[in-house]
Structure formats: C-alpha cells, structure tokens
C-alpha cells in the first residue's frame, strides 16, 4: 500500500514504427545518483531512493550476493498490464547482470523462453512475496515476459533491482 500511495507513478511510451506507443504498465525509476538507465530509446534519470524501497532492497541482497543501486517499479494495474518479450541486455548492466524481481500484490505468470530455440519455454507462477533472482548468462540466451491475461486479477507491483555499472 505504500509503495501504491508514494510513488508518483507514469505511464512512458516509446516509438514503435514512427509513433509514440505507450507501455501496457506504469513505471517508476529509482537509485543512487548517476544510475541512469536507458531502454526503448529513452533515458530514464533516478529518483531518489523512498524509505520503503531501501528497506526492500536492504532484505533481498543478501540473498542476491550483490548490493542494487537502482530499481524499476512497475505497476500492473489489471490483467490487461503487461511486459512483452525481452532481455534486460542493456549496455548499463554488464555482462552478466544480476536482477532480483521482488513481486507484491496479484499472481502473475512469468514465461521465459530461449533467444533462438524458441520451442525451449519455462513458466512460472509469481505470487506474492517471491522474490525471483536472474543472472550468469541468463540475460545472452533467454527472453523474458509477463504477458496479458483475460483473468480479473487486482493490481501487482514488480520492483527489479539492479546494478547500474555505466552512469552517467
């Protein structure tokens, strides 16, 4: 609930084919001065960290063995809200990036499939509280997404952690 009520939530776009497109979620971006992060054409400057979100990030790096420097938010306000496929193979995050998801709020499917064999495809099942961690090579060889669902489903928050090692 805190996280719903303190974070000034936006809807981005980016241009597809010309013309602006928005994204099927609501975003928010956060961290450590100079952890700018580009994706989709756009560059994305941090907030500053908000006392929730350190004390999230706080409980997850030990399990990660890696100490975040920025998050993504994103809100997902129904079944409709959506990340379609991709890998989080930005310049900005390495080689071999680490990024734990932490999910809060209505379950929702997390489908990752293989970048050239696209019959390899795992699901799973993200609920509330889990925390999913990716990372080694992850990103080289396999897309991820959370795609649409006609399922009435409440909203869901899904805050990924990473390290931003190229700032600006």
Do not use: C
């Amino acid at each position: 609930e805190a996280l719903l009520e303190n974070i000034h939530w936006q809807q981005e776009s980016m241009m597809m084919y010309g013309k602006p497109v928005l994204f099927p979620r609501l975003m928010a971006w956060f961290g450590d001065t100079g952890s700018s992060y580009s994706f989709s054409g756009k560059t994305y400057h941090p907030s500053p960290w908000t006392k929730d979100l350190l004390y999230i990030k706080s409980r997850i790096e030990g399990e990660a063995g890696v100490t975040f420097n920025s998050v993504l938010a994103n809100r997902y306000r129904n079944g409709q809200d959506s990340m379609g496929w991709h890998a989080d193979d930005e310049p900005e995050l390495g080689r071999d990036p680490v990024i734990a998801s932490v999910n809060l709020g209505a379950s929702r499917r997390f489908m990752l499939r293989h970048k050239t064999e696209k019959d390899q495809r795992y699901e799973l099942e993200l609920q509330h509280g889990s925390l999913l961690i990716m990372k080694g090579a992850l990103q080289h060889y396999w897309q991820h997404q959370v795609p649409k669902t006609t399922r009435s489903l409440g909203e869901r928050i899904n805050l990924t952690f990473r390290v931003i090692r190229h700032t600006s």
